[in-house]
Structure formats: C-alpha cells, structure tokens
C-alpha cells in the first residue's frame, strides 16, 4: 500500500550524524560521542535493596495505575532536590515526564504552530533541536560566548522576529559547549522574556554536577510572570535507564502539560517511581552526587590536559566547571566531518559541530564527553586525535 | 502572563476530563469503582516480580539502568514476537517497537500520519483516549457503526469508498467500551474491503488475551499484511504499572518513521521495566498467569450480571462479554446515563456515561460498567446504587 505521512515528518530524517554513530559504537573504538552517565557509578545495590522494599510494601500498588502528574513523594524529593538552585517549588507544580526529553517534546508541542520562532543558543542540544523540528518551527540562533548566550544578540532576535514562542537555554554546562550562563545574563533573559512577552525553556540536566564555584541560581528562580517552565531529570545523578525527568512550570502550563502527558503515555512507569523515590528515602542523594562529581572532574581534568600536551597550538576547547561535555574549535575553514573519518582510522570517535546548529554551518567545531570513561582511554583517545589534528590543521 | 499556545492545544478536550476523573477515582479508596479499565490487583504477580528484578539488577544492572536503544530490549521484542502465530500472524522481533504503554503507540501513529484535516475512522463508539489523542493532530473524525457481529461492513464499505481514511483504529475483540468482538465472518468481510483501499488498519488488542468463554479469530494482520499494524499491551496480563506496551509493524517505512518520532518524544522506553518484563516471562508461563486472571474475571463478570438481573430496573439491557473486561449497559427509554451517573455519583459508584467514547452523539443512553477491579461485595453494592439511580431518572 503507499503511505502517506505527516508533514511533520519531514524535517525528522535519519541524520547523517546517526549513521556515523553506529560506526563509533563498536566495542574497539575510543567513543567520546556519547552523552553516557559513568555506568560504574549506577546505585545497583541500592536499587535492589529499595526494589524488594517497594515490591514487599506495596507491591499491588507499585505495579498498578496511577496519576499522570506522577507520584507525590517522588515530586517532594524532586522539590527538595531543585533548593540547591534557589527554587522553591511546590510539589503540585510539578508533573513527572519519561525523561526530559519528553518535556523537550510537550513544550514544542504546547507552544509551536508551524512557522512560529523558537530561539535557541548557538550552538544547542541536536536532541532537543529534533524534538522541536517534528513541529516545524523557524529556529534564530542566538550566538555565546564563555557567559553563556549575549544578551544584547538575545535581544535584537527578540525585536527582529515576531511569533517568537520561547527561547530554549541549557544555562549549566551546556550541551554541547559545557559553558555556563552568568547570574546577571539570567537576569537579564527573564527581564527580556518579560518585555517581549515570550516563554523561556530552561532545560537543566546538569546543574547539580558542578566541579568547583557556587552553583548558580536557576533562571526560573527569577521568574516574575510565571513564564519559565523548567526541565529536570533523574538520568545524570541517579540512572538513565528509568526515564524519569520533571517538568516545573506555573498552574496555567502545568496543567496544559498534564493533558498533553495523557494524550502521550498516561503517566510514568509507577514501579520505576516508586522505586526511585524510596531510593532518595534511604539513601542521601547529596552523597552519590558527590561521588559522580568528583569522578567527573578528575576526567574533565585528564581530558583537558591530555588536550594541552597532544593537540596543536590552533585548536581551542572550552574548560567546563561541570557537566558531561566540552567543545572543541578548530582553525577556522576546516570540517570536522573531515577530522571524524580521519579519527575513525585511528579508532577515535567524537560528533561533528554541524547538527549542534540548527541553521547549519560552523563546520568547525565539535563536541566531547568525558563523563564515561576511564582516564587512560581518555588519555589514548585524545592523543590518537591529536595526532589526526596535528596532520590536519 | 497570558501564554499563546499552539492551536492543537486550544480545542476544547471533553474526553480528557472523564480520564482525570476516571484516575483520580481509581485513587481514592472509598468510592466503588465501575468507571476504570483498572486490572485487579490480586491478579498481579508480585512475588514473581521481585524474584525478576533481582535477577536482573544482579546479572545485568547496569544494562538496565544505562540508555538503551529505541526499539526496545530484544528478548521482549522476541517473545512478543513469537507469541503472534497465536493469532494467525507470523512476526519478527525487529518489527516490534516498545512503547510507554499502548496509549504512546496510538500518538505515535497520529503524530507520524496525520495532517491537520486528514480524514480517519474509528468504532462509535470507540476507546475514548484514543479519540482524545487523535483530537490532538486536528483530523476529520469519521465513525463506523459497530453492531452485535462487529464492524458493519456496509457502512464501512462505503466510507472506505468515498472518505478514503487515512487509517481505520478498531478493537475487534472485546472492544472497549462495548466488549463486543467481531466474528470470524465480519473479519474476512472488512478484510477484503479493506484490502482494497489504501487505509491502514491499526488493530488495537488490549484484552484479546482475557477470552474466558468462546472462540475467538485471527488478527487482521493474517489477512491484510503488512495493512494491518497491531498494537500490544502487557498492562492487562501483567502489569500497567510497568508502562509497557508496543505496536508491531510490518511496513519498513512506517516503522522508520514511528521510530524517528519515538526517538524524539523520549528515546526509549523505560529499560529497567523492559528488562524486569521480559526476565519474568520467561520464568514464568504467563498462560498458566492469565488462566488465574481470566477465571477471575469471568466470575466477576458473571456476579456483575447477576447483580443486574438482581437490582437493574426492567428496559435496561446489557452486553454479555466473552472475555475482557466491561459490559456495555443501555438504559431504558427516556434516560440518559449521563444524568444516572451523576446521581450514582452522589451515592459512592462511579460509572462512566457513554458519552465520551462518542466522537459526536451526546445525552446518550448507554454506559461502560468495569467488572474486573471490584470485590463480589462492592459489585452487589455498586448495582444496588445504580438501580436505585435509574429508578430515580424514570420519575
């Protein structure tokens, strides 16, 4: 029979970038692709100590129905998990989502109309870019520097471009460029939210994994006109595996969210609630952070230098103060394209910059993880990829 | 602040109210409950369960808790799989996708092929979920009689014909809300119609498994191919809470494309519950399980009609299932359910109206009643206080 799709289809093609993936996911290959969390450090005993808890306490309940806005233990913890931040939330101002992704995926749908202008960084996260691309938007890229986005580019988007629905902004450690975005530019973003009567998606994965300086206040915690919606997630501090995340917006989107959350899945794995939120019952959640911090900045470390004694003079990278990723700029007019398939001989993976723009271009960049190996891979990896860029650049 | 949503969002959404109310009820512990598709607790296999996520935090812990591909856990895809010649359909695990329930595959087909205005067609009545998701994607909604037999194969003929859907969503056994299942006979019949069009039949089988009286048919798949993608749930035989359901598609290029989309909705589905699903069956016979469920059921479903022999006021009638899990009541000559479910409302039984799993008739006088989540006492206590409401809407 000839199918017929959607037109919203068609910005949704299998990316080049995924087909290179697959390449990179042999088990021979030094991958720093990935956004992978550090396996070893998965709460495994914990687990199976609060899962027979969950299962022998109330067992007919864990694996029942239950609420779409999600469990309400699971969203006080998730309140008390977002004080760091300066954010005071209210648990029924929270709905629980299949990781964050999903929530990247109901604010498109929420707020974007075909044609509407969804402004984002420059560059951004390619998975939150393809959830926004399956509602057709027009994207404006806001260009950054160490600070985060510049405020005053920010602003003449802002100006230039009506049916502006939201700008979306990962202000701790950003993916892909692990740079984060100063209190006074947070500051300034709402006061421009509120000015040109726009939306902001904070999306925030990252920000309790901070290496060293005070963790910064969320932009929502300056929201003055409820217009902040917050996304969180359980995949960097606790497991991916479980696909829990949150959203934390005012009532008025709150409850838009939860009727798009029923429309999509009904509601969250109850067990997999459950089971998290007695984890964070037992054990101090603070204490395991600590530990995936302290792993992640040593490797932060290791990448870097390793950086400093094998890659050439012209190659520049970011220096993140926390999160997974760093990014890395090569001599302006070279491809990175190019670099990965000359990496790839050499059994070294990383993504290209190119799909990180949602208006392509800036071919010359890419990006790197450090989160999920051990140092000497780190240290091979790197120094087989500096051998690449020293032939190239 | 006064936001500007998109306008998928700004239609009114009736159905999603009786959803709310139907989850907010299957939360509070005194009011007895006909309104749910709620599974019976006791059913739940807990101490298999725990035994299953042991075994898989211990062998294979950080598999489960790391991200994982978006198909879904092979061995579950497999046993899925392999569990289809049951109906008459040989399918392989790579045409399975695991979804967040079956309620994700009915958005992911609506998201995948649906322009705003493109004509569908659907039961009427139908699953009223499924009717509030598609509303999301802005379709024209076309409904086909369903009669005692099933599908009626004229209406369905002619719309067919001259809407030319884009893809027909039908639950041929033990439909919900009615619990009716087509015969052998209006299969063959909507098949070859079917087959002659260019509309998609996604067959939707939540409670096919749960037949405790009778014989039941071949999945559409066996006569249409790759026409037909099914969708799948274990929410009915082993657990909702779990959230795991999924759509087999014989069509590469509609599998890519529900893929791509799943892959941006939320990657994949939750990996620790695919890996605890799938370690269970397969230390466990799930049809000596669904024998316990189905005995259950049946005898529930026999105390349900027996209660309304008992208490319901002559010119009601009823369905008599063969399987699943509701019984699809009318109400005599001049009443609306609506009225008698707000009056049992007050009295502590929820029932839900036949309204909402209409795409357009309202004031109607049929209603959904759910025997499987109920105790004998609270099935004779809930028929008591429905006959005394539709006693009280004849004055």
New interface residues.
Partial sequence: ?????????DG???SAIRELLKIADKPDVISFAGG??A??L?P?EG??IV??KV??ED??????????EGFLPLREHISKLMEPQSLKADPDQILV???S??GL?FCA?????PG?VVITESPSYL?AL??F???EPKFVEVEMDEEGMLMDKLEEALKTNGNV?FIYTIPDFQNPTGRTMTIERRKKLVELANAY?V?VVEDNPYGSLRFEGEIHPAIKSFDT???VIYLGTM?KIF?????IGWIYAAP??LN?FN??K???????????QRECAAFFDMYDINEHIKKIIDVYRRRRDVMVNAMKQYFPKNVSYTYPNGGLFLWVTLPEGMDSTDVFKKAMDKKVAFVAGEPFYPNGGNANHFRMNYSAMPDEKIIEGVKRLGEVLNELC | MQFQISERMTKPDFQGEFVDAILKCAASPDMISFGGGLPNPISFPIREMEDAVAKVLEKNGVQALQYSTTAGYEPLRAYIAKRYARIGVEATADEIIITNGSQQALDMFAAVMLNPKDPILLERPSYLAALQTFHLYDPTVHTVELTEQGVNCEELADILQNVKPVFFYAIPNFQNPTGLTYTVETREKAASLLKKSNTLLIEDNPYGELRFRGEGGYSFAHYLGEQCCMMGTFSKTVSPGMRIGWICCKNKALRDKLMAFKQVMDLHTNIFCQMVLAQYLADNDLDEHMEKIKNLYQHQAEVMMAAMDKYLPAGTSYTKPEGGMFIWATMPDGVKAVDVGNAAIKKGLLVVAGDPFYEKDRGVRTMRLNYSNSTEAQIDAGMKILGEAIREMMK
Avoid: W
């Fill in positions: 029979m000839a199918l017929q799709f959607a037109s919203r289809m949704l093609k299998g992978f969390p396996p070893e998965f495994v687990l199976e899962s027979k299962l022998e067992g007919r309940k864990a694996l029942q129905y239950s609420s779409t989502t299949a990781g992704q999903q995926d749908k929420l707020f974007v109309n509407d998975g393809n959830a691309k399956a509602y629905k009567d939306c006109e409820d217009r995949s497991c991916p595996g479980m696909r008025a989107i838009k009727l798009i029923q429309g999509a899945d009904l509601q969250c794995s109850t067990i997999a």
